[in-house]
Protein backbone atom coordinates (compact mmCIF):
# COMPACT_ATOMS: atom_id res chain seq x y z
CA UNK A 1 0.00 0.00 0.00
CA UNK A 2 1.34 3.54 -1.14
CA UNK A 3 0.54 6.26 0.96
CA UNK A 4 1.32 9.76 -0.15
CA UNK A 5 3.86 11.74 1.46
CA UNK A 6 3.24 14.83 3.61
CA UNK A 7 6.57 15.62 3.48
CA UNK A 8 8.16 18.68 1.60
CA UNK A 9 11.01 16.92 -0.20
CA UNK A 10 8.68 13.68 -1.61
CA UNK A 11 10.13 12.43 -4.52
CA UNK A 12 6.60 13.66 -6.18
CA UNK A 13 7.30 17.27 -4.88
CA UNK A 14 11.04 17.31 -6.50
CA UNK A 15 9.66 16.26 -9.80
CA UNK A 16 6.73 18.57 -9.73
CA UNK A 17 9.32 21.33 -8.68
CA UNK A 18 11.30 20.68 -11.86
CA UNK A 19 8.49 20.25 -14.19
CA UNK A 20 7.92 23.54 -12.96
CA UNK A 21 11.57 24.78 -13.29
CA UNK A 22 11.77 23.70 -16.95
CA UNK A 23 8.16 25.33 -17.85
CA UNK A 24 10.06 28.45 -16.94
CA UNK A 25 13.11 27.76 -18.85
CA UNK A 26 11.10 27.01 -21.87
CA UNK A 27 8.49 29.94 -21.57
CA UNK A 28 12.08 32.37 -21.34
CA UNK A 29 13.84 30.70 -24.75
CA UNK A 30 10.00 31.03 -26.49
CA UNK A 31 10.05 34.48 -25.32
CA UNK A 32 13.45 35.14 -26.37
CA UNK A 33 12.91 33.35 -30.07
CA UNK A 34 9.50 34.92 -30.54
CA UNK A 35 11.17 38.54 -29.88
CA UNK A 36 13.95 37.23 -32.51
CA UNK A 37 11.07 36.93 -35.00
CA UNK A 38 9.43 40.37 -34.16
CA UNK A 39 7.10 39.96 -31.55
CA UNK A 40 6.94 42.04 -28.58
CA UNK A 41 5.78 40.24 -25.48
CA UNK A 42 2.73 41.09 -23.45
CA UNK A 43 2.31 39.07 -20.82
CA UNK A 44 3.91 35.97 -19.49
CA UNK A 45 1.74 33.40 -17.34
CA UNK A 46 -1.21 35.59 -17.32
CA UNK A 47 -4.15 34.49 -15.20
CA UNK A 48 -7.98 34.15 -16.53
CA UNK A 49 -11.07 32.42 -14.66
CA UNK A 50 -10.31 29.83 -17.77
CA UNK A 51 -6.68 28.76 -16.79
CA UNK A 52 -3.21 30.02 -17.43
CA UNK A 53 -2.08 32.11 -20.31
CA UNK A 54 2.16 31.07 -21.15
CA UNK A 55 2.51 33.71 -23.17
CA UNK A 56 0.66 36.71 -25.06
CA UNK A 57 2.54 38.44 -28.10
CA UNK A 58 1.56 41.28 -30.37
CA UNK A 59 3.31 41.49 -34.24
CA UNK A 60 1.30 44.17 -36.53
CA UNK A 61 -1.81 44.00 -35.87
CA UNK A 62 -1.72 39.99 -35.06
CA UNK A 63 -2.30 39.12 -31.32
CA UNK A 64 -1.18 35.72 -30.10
CA UNK A 65 -1.43 33.39 -27.46
CA UNK A 66 1.46 30.93 -27.26
CA UNK A 67 1.01 27.96 -25.21
CA UNK A 68 4.77 26.33 -24.90
CA UNK A 69 5.02 22.91 -24.27
CA UNK A 70 9.04 21.29 -23.19
CA UNK A 71 9.11 17.39 -24.04
CA UNK A 72 12.05 15.09 -24.38
CA UNK A 73 11.21 15.54 -28.71
CA UNK A 74 9.65 18.11 -30.89
CA UNK A 75 7.04 15.09 -31.80
CA UNK A 76 5.99 14.20 -27.88
CA UNK A 77 5.68 18.44 -27.61
CA UNK A 78 2.96 18.36 -30.71
CA UNK A 79 1.03 15.61 -29.40
CA UNK A 80 0.60 17.19 -26.22
CA UNK A 81 -1.69 19.57 -26.62
CA UNK A 82 -5.30 18.95 -27.83
CA UNK A 83 -8.52 20.23 -28.60
CA UNK A 84 -9.59 20.62 -25.23
CA UNK A 85 -6.85 22.47 -23.94
CA UNK A 86 -7.00 24.36 -26.85
CA UNK A 87 -10.65 25.18 -26.22
CA UNK A 88 -9.66 26.29 -22.56
CA UNK A 89 -6.54 28.45 -23.97
CA UNK A 90 -9.67 30.28 -26.40
CA UNK A 91 -12.00 30.95 -23.86
CA UNK A 92 -9.19 32.34 -21.41
CA UNK A 93 -7.86 34.06 -24.61
CA UNK A 94 -11.47 35.90 -25.28
CA UNK A 95 -11.38 36.99 -21.39
CA UNK A 96 -8.16 38.35 -21.67
CA UNK A 97 -8.54 40.49 -24.84
CA UNK A 98 -11.91 41.42 -23.47
CA UNK A 99 -10.12 43.01 -20.44
CA UNK A 100 -7.98 44.65 -23.08
CA UNK A 101 -9.84 46.84 -25.38
CA UNK A 102 -6.72 48.47 -26.76
CA UNK A 103 -6.57 45.07 -28.88
CA UNK A 104 -10.13 44.85 -29.59
CA UNK A 105 -9.30 45.21 -33.40
CA UNK A 106 -6.63 42.95 -33.54
CA UNK A 107 -6.35 39.45 -35.78
CA UNK A 108 -6.44 36.79 -32.68
CA UNK A 109 -4.77 33.68 -33.10
CA UNK A 110 -3.92 30.45 -30.85
CA UNK A 111 -0.12 29.30 -31.58
CA UNK A 112 1.73 26.73 -30.44
CA UNK A 113 5.84 26.50 -29.76
CA UNK A 114 7.58 23.35 -29.17
CA UNK A 115 10.64 23.08 -27.12
CA UNK A 116 13.00 20.30 -27.30
CA UNK A 117 16.51 19.52 -26.50
CA UNK A 118 18.77 20.45 -29.16
CA UNK A 119 15.83 21.38 -31.78
CA UNK A 120 15.80 24.84 -32.82
CA UNK A 121 12.15 26.13 -31.15
CA UNK A 122 8.68 25.24 -33.31
CA UNK A 123 6.70 27.77 -33.81
CA UNK A 124 3.10 26.75 -35.71
CA UNK A 125 0.90 30.03 -36.12
CA UNK A 126 -2.31 29.23 -35.72
CA UNK A 127 -1.10 25.89 -34.59
CA UNK A 128 -4.42 25.25 -31.81
CA UNK A 129 -7.57 24.15 -33.27
CA UNK A 130 -10.31 24.23 -29.89
CA UNK A 131 -13.44 22.18 -30.25
Known sequence: MHIPSVFPFSRQNRRRQRSERLGRVAEL?????LMLKGYRVLARRART????????????????????????????????????????????????????????????????LYIAPWHLPRHLIDGLQPL
Open 29 to 33: IAAAF
Open 49 to 112: PYGELDLIVVRGRRLAFIEVKYRSTLESASKSVGPVQAARMARAAEHWAWEHSAYRGHRFGLDA
